[in-house]
């Protein structure tokens, strides 16, 4: 059973908590516990109904999951799309979740369901890892789906011949385990023609190192999500670019949002995956 605060209810369900208040005392729709500091404290069934209220408040319950389900049947509609595939995440409802990104992909693609719905979900799961609001079974859960439909896709996969294909090499540092954005940005690479090696998550530098004596690339692909960036951020480019300085390095995720000044000329970032692809190809 996961356990909110009411920031992270604003966060996850895009009501204001202004609005939750006024709803719990109007309508009594949920019924927070409190702390010993008077603070209220939510449960999963108060998100799953806020979620599914955020258009509907004045509804009783059994009206409300009729229409929401009529609603997120609207495969355009971004926000119910990632409302819907929450829901799918707190019950651990493999066979919802599955079905509305197929539908997802099959009307949109696999790259525009990927940035516009996948991307903005997994910054909601990542507020609630970091809160501690959801167990690991949940977080795992979500990030098993989602890395199955990457690989999925990168297995049947054609990409495009290039004369001036790129090699480059995907990893994380150690302890950084977060590797859903770096699985697709080797996906994009792939597909558009460049040659790819896939080290993955938790990489030792001597492994990287290793690796490039065995297979040379021209790209190095890099990132994180976690508070490493903010604690050791700048001491590990700058040995990045110490170790390789004859090697771009591509930075994504937390690290590449809180890049340093002054950083050695080698090391660049990428803030989405147009960013990504335009710097692989220059």
Known sequence: MGEYTIKDLEKLSGIKAHTMRIWEKRYDIVN????????????????????????????????????????????KQDDSQIESLMIAMVNLDETAFNNLINRSILNRGFENTFTSIFFPFLD?????????????????????????????????QISKKRENKK????????????????LFYAYIARKDGHEVLYLGSHTPLDSVKESIKIWPPDILVTGTLSNFSRIYGRDYLEKLASEFPEQLIIVSGTLALNLPDNLPHNIVNARNSDDFIRLVNE
């Open 32 to 75: 927070p516990d409190r702390t010993d500091t008077n603070r209220r404290r939510y449960n999963d069934d108060d998100l799953r109904k806020l979620i599914k209220i955020s258009r509907i408040a004045s509804m009783a319950f059994s009206e409300i999951e009729e229409k929401v389900s009529f609603i997120l049947q609207d495969i």
């Open 124 to 156: 909601r799961v990542g507020v609630l890892w970091v809160t501690g609001s959801i167990s690991p079974a949940q977080e795992h859960f979500v990030s098993n789906l989602v890395r199955q439909k990457i690989i999925s896709n990168i297995d049947a």
């Open 167 to 182: 090699r480059v090499i995907f990893f994380l540092p150690e302890n950084e385990f977060h590797e859903l954005g770096l």
